[in-house]
């Protein structure tokens, strides 16, 4: 798309925002001659200026470079929302100079007058430069380094070539959020997915994330398997045995030399050296068997196990995963797994609770130490894991507009079982020298069901 075209979009649903911050509600204060404003009504107004100022930060990035004069003009217009009680006077000068800034951009591309040769980043036709992507766990570094050694002798190297987020000279430029970063990757890039199938790979979100990227987006991939890892283990949407290596397997040398000659032909690069090719690929092979995924129970490395139990309500896995959203904000995701013993269970309430007193953001910016968890959603449909970015709040309140259901009265049959994922904002008391510090300790979720029974779940907090 025209860099024009895309920019005077941008600026149409900055329009929209802009108009829709006359729809903020005031509410009483204390103070004289100071307008105040429903809390819910300005954390709606920063997710959308969020999430409308990171996106146009990120095409002005993608097509004109960060150190470019466009793009820092626009940066200077973003500030740290949280000051003052006007906030929408704050918010309405905020979007006039980011509006004005794209304007401007825009009447310059459109005259001729920008000195920036913009249309060598459209990849016309939709052309983009290739690289290789190793999706793996973290854990697996050892397995990816060998793979990097095989690639670099074929003459896939470099960071213009290749990506892998463990192995020291390919990893994401430093100071980039990893989430964000594998997203405009696959975006910007004729991908080339090297899988690493091993036990760590199957328990990590994230994974499984790029994983079905990769299966979704089409683009070319090909599966390599741990020496401990089998094809019937292979439980993600990308399980052909034919584009797969598994190490050790009888045919595979000749597996490894079909993935050579399709990294040749995706780069356009000779053959490498006949002579010495044997012996990389023979190394390559005698290093990996060697080589053993952890297999691992796959709830140990993020939730909390030990159950809580009740005479008819027993907690099997839970977990409590934050992390830090900026201005004393951090977003949360807990995760129960319910199973009612020798009756039905009907919900009445769940409460998340602390001693230290919080700022519950979800509702009127009260300060609590009990935030009521009213909805929930299925598992899968939100993870806080790969959503981590400057539009998870939006999420939570789009997936909690559409697919929530009600905690209060909801049914637990006997002897059933049942996931339920709670999603929030956990807002921090404002001091003078900046907001209270985030407790660990302390994080109970008080689950309240039939007539008197009570379940207290102690919560073990994970940032993320």
Not at 38 to 65: H, P
Not at 240 to 267: M, P, W
Request: charged share 25%.
């Amino acid at each position: 798309m025209n860099i024009v075209v895309l920019i005077e979009q941008k600026i149409a649903e900055g329009k929209k925002i802009l108009e829709g911050l006359s729809t903020m509600r005031e509410r009483s204060g204390m103070a004289i001659n100071v307008t105040y404003y429903v809390a819910e009504d300005v954390q709606s107004a920063i997710r959308k200026m969020n999430k409308w100022q990171l996106t146009c930060k990120e095409i002005l990035i993608y097509r004109f470079g960060e150190s470019h004069r466009h793009t820092a003009s626009f940066v200077e217009t973003i500030t740290a929302k949280n000051s003052g009680f006007n906030y929408r006077r704050e918010f309405e000068h905020e979007m006039n100079e980011g509006l004005s800034v794209l304007e401007g951009i825009s009447e310059s591309l459109s005259l001729g007058l920008d000195g920036t040769n913009y249309a060598v980043n459209e990849n016309s036709e939709g052309v983009k430069p290739p690289l290789v992507f190793i999706s793996h766990a973290e854990a697996d570094k050892k397995f990816a380094n060998e793979i990097i050694t095989l690639f670099e002798f074929i003459g896939v190297k470099g960071k213009e070539k290749l990506l892998c987020t463990s192995v020291d000279g390919y990893r994401i430029p430093l100071g980039r959020d990893i989430i964000e970063y594998l997203r405009d990757t696959f975006n910007k890039y004729n991908l080339f997915v090297i899988i690493l199938h091993t036990h760590n790979y199957y328990i990590r979100p994230v994974c499984m994330n790029e994983m079905g990227a990769a299966w979704a987006l089409k683009t070319k991939y090909f599966s390599v398997l741990a020496p401990d890892f089998s094809f019937n283990e292979m439980t993600g949407v990308v399980n052909s045995k034919d584009i797969a290596i598994k190490i050790g397997a009888d045919d595979c040398e000749a597996r490894i030399n079909q993935l050579k000659n399709e990294l040749v032909d995706f780069f356009g690069l000779p053959q490498p050296d006949e002579d010495r090719w044997p012996y990389y690929r023979s190394s390559f092979i005698e290093n990996c068997l060697k080589y053993k995924s952890c297999k691992k129970n796959k709830t140990s490395l993020r939730e909390t196990i030990e159950p809580a139990s009740t005479d008819g309500l027993i907690a099997l896995s839970h977990s409590f995963k934050i992390f830090e959203d900026g201005d004393g904000c951090y977003p949360f995701q807990i995760d129960v797994k319910f199973a009612a013993q020798n009756e039905d269970v009907y919900f009445k309430s769940l409460r998340l609770t602390n001693k230290r007193r919080f700022v519950e953001l979800d509702g009127y910016g009260a300060i609590n130490d009990t935030l009521y968890l009213r909805k929930y959603l299925k598992p899968n449909v939100l993870n806080i894991e790969y959503s981590k970015n400057a539009n998870y709040s939006h999420l939570v309140e789009e997936n909690y507009q559409t697919s929530a259901i009600y905690v209060e009265d909801h049914k637990l049959s006997k002897k059933a079982l049942e996931t339920m994922s709670f999603h929030g904002i956990i807002g921090l008391r404002r001091q003078m020298d900046g907001y209270d510090d985030f407790k660990l300790d302390g994080w109970e979720l008080h689950v309240f069901y039939n007539m008197q029974g009570e379940l207290v779940i102690p919560l073990k907090t994970i940032i993320l």
